[in-house]
């Protein structure tokens, strides 16, 4: 409960301890969730937004600490749906419409030939065994061709992964988008993807396509500049000073410092 003091606690002294960390860690995450909310970065300064992610506008993150964020925050990708085993893409290939109508086949016929005259006779039972086998053979092919295809194309997904260039130690380096972290210098130039939710700190000329995000056919020009909406000024889509993943640059070249990934 808030203002509750661990010490006052009648609780052995490991226990105690374990209490307190547990508090901090608490506190903890209630402040940075409110600075999350609060803050917005197009509202906020270079230097501001500098400040409050941790980075330098002019060297970047270290390495170390974009390591660690990768691993607090996981990598700058969509949360990827868990792949199949071969067991549930084998279920899967039968439950499909026609196979379902050919298994019922397979029972009935079993069922009539053991009901029938000849339900002590082995070879009465052929067509409906048949059917089965023919169907498990068929749903097996089917699923090590589809298991074998979706291990294919993640291969090759990880062969065309696109990278993009950011300031780490001070230096330009090349990474796997899904390695930008959150408070990364990200240097953007004309054809480049933006690979994350970024603060224009720098724009020279910058022109972005956002028409998979707003539906808005013309590139938007942007800028670095803090800029409050004036009295009676229409509201743009986007804020001017921001880039937002998925969107090409067609124009110009800059940096920014990556808000949100993911």
């Known amino acids: 409960?808030?203002?509750?003091?661990?010490?006052?606690?009648p609780l052995p002294a490991s226990a105690r301890a374990r209490a307190v960390c547990?508090?901090?860690?608490?506190?903890?995450?209630?402040?940075?969730?409110?600075?999350?909310?609060?803050?917005?970065?197009?509202?906020?300064?270079?230097?501001?937004?500098?400040?409050?992610?941790?980075?330098?506008?002019?060297?970047?993150?270290?390495?170390?600490?974009?390591?660690?964020?990768?691993?607090?925050?996981?990598?700058?990708?969509?949360?990827?749906?868990?792949k199949p085993t071969l067991l549930m893409l084998f279920i899967m290939q039968l439950t499909g419409f026609v196979i379902v109508l050919l298994l019922c086949a397979a029972v009935a016929s079993i069922v009539v030939n053991g009901t029938g005259p000849k339900k002590d006779d082995v070879l009465s039972y052929t067509t409906g065994k048949a059917i089965f086998i023919i169907?498990?053979?068929?749903?097996?092919?089917?699923?090590?061709?589809?298991?074998?295809?979706?291990?294919?194309?993640?291969?090759?997904?990880?062969?065309?992964?696109?990278?993009?260039?950011?300031?780490?130690d001070g230096h330009e380096v090349k990474v796997d988008v899904p390695n930008v972290v959150r408070g990364d210098v990200v240097i953007l130039g004309t054809g480049d993807v933006v690979p994350?939710?970024?603060?224009?700190?720098?724009?020279?000329?910058?022109?972005?396509?956002?028409?998979?995000?707003?539906?808005?056919?013309d590139d938007v020009a942007k800028t670095s500049k803090l800029k409050f909406k004036k009295p009676g000024e229409p509201e743009k889509l986007t804020p001017e000073n921001m880039v937002f993943s998925g969107c090409s640059v067609t124009n110009g070249k800059g940096r920014g410092i990556v808000c949100e990934t993911g």
Do not use: C, F
């Open 1 to 9: 409960p808030p203002g509750l003091d661990p010490a006052s606690l």
């Open 135 to 168: 169907v498990l053979i068929n749903a097996g092919i089917a699923a090590w061709t589809e298991h074998k295809a979706g291990d294919a194309l993640e291969a090759l997904s990880q062969m065309t992964q696109a990278s993009i260039y950011v300031l780490r």
């Open 22 to 82: 547990a508090l901090r860690r608490a506190a903890h995450r209630s402040i940075m969730a409110n600075l999350s909310t609060a803050m917005e970065p197009d509202l906020l300064s270079p230097e501001e937004l500098e400040a409050i992610m941790g980075t330098s506008v002019s060297k970047g993150l270290t390495s170390s600490k974009a390591k660690t964020i990768l691993e607090r925050d996981g990598p700058n990708e969509l949360e990827k749906p868990p």
């Open 196 to 217: 994350a939710d970024m603060r224009l700190i720098e724009a020279d000329d910058v022109k972005v396509s956002e028409m998979a995000l707003t539906g808005e056919p």
